[in-house]
């Protein structure tokens, strides 16, 4: 190799080696390529969350599934013609469909967990009692001749989506006549899964209204719903739950949350829904009617471990970024081994984050993977930098971040606001720290020899 060659190799490597310019290049494809074990972390977050999901789905599948209510309501069935060409009659059955014009119920629910392994399951118990009366059925306006009509086939119908959630046996009072309620409902009433029962409604000595009572025993999973099926429904619930989230299409138009527990009351009117009060056959649905409780935990640890990973790219950038201007300003210079391993320290402290909180509380856990993290870090870096200072700049600002991410993460309805304000704070922080360097000197091959 000629002297001018080995002279050029020689340039070329020593630019490299001093090159600000070349540095930042480097750093930022080494913030970039931590992009990819953040994406990792992403992923196993994902799938211990479905795991989780999974284990809980199993949990209330064996227990009980989320309970909708519908009834009660009456249907009595009755005879329509049709004839062919021959003039030849057939007879078949058809269902009229009566709801309630009064429904008070009160329901009292006691959340229980359940766990799998490291996961568990909010379930419930609930006692709910029913009273309201019913109108006298009227044919008239369908012009349904009474001999058509199978009044002895007339029947009280529940509908219970999950059946293995009903603990006792299901009695029902109609105008001082109890009946036992039997599993399977009515054709034609536009829910398949409750119990029955046949009444009588046919005798003319009985009143105008039919009033009843009703109590059921019901157990469930996360949800609890409702369908104002009553010309005039009422609702009163209450719960040792302290954190309620009322969903459904109505809210309660009352109620009092404490740290024991909630009341809440609800009354819609028929005109708040999109079906009247009786109806032939499949006419009409109950669907988009319903309202309630779910039991939810706010956001969970999967879901704060999600939000908390979103800003490991942040991390990762800004303690690169302090690094570089610790050999720019020091010129102390760092290798980029040196820069991959204090990056891959901050991705481990999510996956630490992950698996703690699987087995104790989200703000124990952070706690703790966050001192682990720093400690190591500051350890790390006072060795092969030395500088008390820079090492001190380097864990305040780690433990501060860390900090303003646990803030934001406590926050749900202003983590946007909260996280936008202090991405400006950081970004404004970094402006004035470097407000008085030269980056075009910097840049240039006549400031290269900083790192030297």
Do not use: C
Request: glycine share 4%; hydrophobic share 45%.
């Amino acid at each position: 190799m000629s002297t001018e060659n080995k002279n050029i190799i020689d340039r070329v490597t020593s630019w490299f080696r001093k090159s600000v310019t070349f540095k930042i290049i480097s750093i930022a494809i080494l913030a970039l390529l931590m992009l990819i074990p953040s994406s990792m972390v992403d992923g196993l977050i994902r799938e211990r969350k479905y795991r989780h999901q999974d284990a809980t789905r199993e949990i209330m599948d064996k227990w009980s599934n989320d309970q909708f209510i519908i009834g009660p309501v009456l249907s009595i069935p009755y005879k329509r013609y049709s004839f062919d060409k021959e003039g030849k009659k057939t007879t078949y059955i058809q269902q009229a469909v009566f709801l309630p014009e009064k429904l008070n119920m009160e329901s009292k629910v006691d959340p229980k967990s359940r766990k799998r392994g490291i996961y568990e399951a909010i379930l419930y118990q609930s006692t709910i009692q029913m009273r309201g009366y019913f109108d006298r059925p009227d044919f008239s306006q369908w012009k349904i001749l009474d001999e058509d009509i199978l009044w002895d086939d007339a029947k009280i119908n529940l509908g219970i989506t999950d059946l293995r959630g009903v603990e006792e046996e299901i009695s029902f009072k109609m105008n001082d006549v109890t009946y036992r309620m039997q599993p399977g409902v009515a054709e034609n009433v536009s829910f398949q899964s409750g119990v029955s029962t046949v009444v009588q409604v046919k005798d003319s000595s009985l009143s105008d209204q039919f009033s009843f009572e009703l109590a059921l025993n019901l157990k469930g999973s996360q949800k609890l719903m409702f369908y104002p099926i009553g010309a005039t429904t009422e609702l009163t619930m209450e719960s040792n739950w302290p954190d309620p989230s009322f969903t459904g299409k109505f809210i309660p138009d009352s109620h009092n949350i404490t740290k024991d527990g909630f009341e809440a009351n609800w009354k819609i009117l028929q005109l708040n829904r999109n079906y009247p009060q009786q109806w032939l056959n499949k006419a009409y649905t109950f669907s988009d009617s319903e309202f309630g409780l779910v039991f939810d935990e706010g956001v969970d640890q999967y879901q704060k471990n999600e939000r908390s990973s979103k800003y490991a790219f942040m991390l990762i950038a800004l303690s690169f970024l302090i690094f570089f201007f610790s050999e720019l300003m020091n010129r102390k210079r760092i290798h980029p081994i040196q820069y991959l391993l204090v990056g891959f320290a901050l991705v481990i402290f999510y996956v630490l984050l992950l698996s703690l909180s699987e087995h104790m509380l989200f703000g124990a856990a952070y706690s703790i993977a966050a001192v682990a993290v720093i400690g190591l870090v500051t350890i790390y870096v006072k060795a092969f930098v030395g500088s008390n200072k820079f090492t001190l700049l380097l864990s305040s600002t780690l433990s501060m971040i860390y900090l303003f991410v646990f803030i934001i993460l406590q926050l749900e309805s202003y983590a946007l606001l909260a996280g936008s304000i202090g991405l400006f704070l950081v970004l404004a922080m970094v402006m004035w720290f470097t407000r008085k360097i030269d980056w075009y000197a910097v840049s240039s091959g006549k400031d290269d020899e900083k790192l030297e």
